[in-house]
């Protein structure tokens, strides 16, 4: 069963860039769909982006001229980048794996989250 | 951008009773391509319901969902005190995907 696992780090400062990355276990990256999805503290959940490993990306418009999501297949991890944060992307941040099942785009393995908060 | 509106916003019910959720599109979402997520406190979310009304893997029968175009319902039948959690829907049909707010389920 495939298990994704968040990384990077979990204070960031005001302005500067956040950076995740998302390993990827007990299955290939080369495969499906990967997702980033994120929630403020006692919020609901916000799609951020994602990337098929061949290089497809599609991103939120409301965040993506600050995003960048990308794969590294060899290493089976992808990543994302959000730069000029502000204290509203604090959040817990996902990675998940975006599956094409049955004609259907399946959120369906999730990483544990790992919370990033924006403050000087 | 679809926006989907959940409701009740918090319910309480007790063991053995059924829950009814509620979820409406802004506008209708293309082939039912609609999901329900379940998160437990402290837990990532998991995925109960694709497709408005198929079960994901080893989701037992007591969920249960339905609708179509901008109305979908998500049934839990015979709550346990494990249903405990805040419940999502979620629209993958258009770009940029988007959730519910949640309802909160608390069992009594």
């Known amino acids: 069963q495939v298990q994704l696992q968040e990384s990077g780090p979990g204070l960031v400062k005001p302005s500067e860039t956040l950076s995740l990355t998302c390993t990827v276990s007990?299955?290939?990256?080369?495969?499906?769909?990967w997702s980033w999805i994120r929630q403020p503290p006692e919020k609901g959940l916000e799609w951020i982006a994602y990337?098929?490993?061949?290089?497809?990306?599609n991103y939120n418009p409301s965040l993506k001229s600050r995003v960048t999501i990308s794969i590294d297949t060899p290493k089976n991890q992808f990543s994302l980048k959000l730069n000029s944060v502000t204290a509203a992307d604090t959040a817990v941040y996902y990675c998940?794996?975006?599956?094409?099942?049955?004609?259907?785009?399946?959120?369906?393995?999730w990483g544990q989250g790992t919370l990033v908060t924006v403050s000087s | 951008d679809i926006v989907l509106t959940q409701s009740p916003g918090t319910l309480s019910l007790s063991p053995g009773e059924s829950a009814t959720l509620s979820c409406r599109a802004s506008q209708s979402v293309s082939s039912s391509f609609l999901a329900w997520f379940q998160q437990k406190p402290g837990q990532a979310p998991r995925l109960l319901i694709y497709?408005?009304?198929i079960r994901a893997t080893d989701i037992p029968d007591r969920f249960s969902g339905s609708g179509s175009g901008t109305d979908f319902t998500l049934t839990i039948s015979s709550l346990e005190p494990e249903d405990l959690a805040v419940y999502y829907c979620?629209?993958?049909?258009?770009?940029?995907?988007?959730f519910g707010q949640g309802t909160k389920l608390e069992i009594k």
């Open positions: 990337i098929h490993y061949a290089g497809t990306t």
């Open positions: 007990g299955g290939s990256i080369s495969a499906h769909y």
């Open positions: 497709g408005a009304s």
């Open positions: 998940a794996r975006l599956r094409f099942w049955r004609g259907h785009f399946q959120f369906d393995s």
């Open positions: 979620q629209q993958y049909g258009d770009s940029p995907y988007t």
